[in-house]
């Protein structure tokens, strides 16, 4: 049964950090390219970050600020978020994604708020 557990969400003020944690199970882990998209309230899905093997890569309004990371030896993805903005509030989703498998994570809450 193929799993996507995110977990790390919760409420932070401006500036504060978040690290997410993605844990996975029931397909190889170490094929898939990893991804964290976000939804915004009234907003579409986004993606945040994706990793390969180790080449992560970001969308431009969190390069600097949040990174991703792998442990293929304990299935799962992390996201680092640091310096976090009040537009950063949304649901975090992970994503394991090769060729037409296609798996995605419940999502977990991050709110930024003062």
């Known amino acids: 049964q193929v799993q996507l557990v995110e977990s790390g969400g919760g409420s932070v003020q401006p500036g504060g950090s978040l690290t997410l944690s993605c844990a996975a199970s029931?397909?190889?882990?170490?094929?898939?390219?990893m991804s964290w998209y976000r939804q915004a309230p009234g907003k579409e899905r986004e993606l945040v970050a994706a990793i390969t093997s180790t080449v992560g890569s970001y969308a431009d309004s969190v390069k600097g600020r949040f990174t991703i990371s792998r442990d293929n030896h304990k299935n799962t993805v992390y996201l680092q978020m640091n310096s976090l903005k009040l537009e950063d509030t949304a649901v975090y989703y992970c994503?394991?994604?090769?060729?037409?498998?296609?798996?995605w994570g419940q999502g977990t809450q991050v709110t930024v708020s003062s």
């Open positions: 029931g397909f190889t882990f170490s094929t898939c390219t």
């Open positions: 994503n394991a994604r090769r060729f037409t498998f296609n798996a």
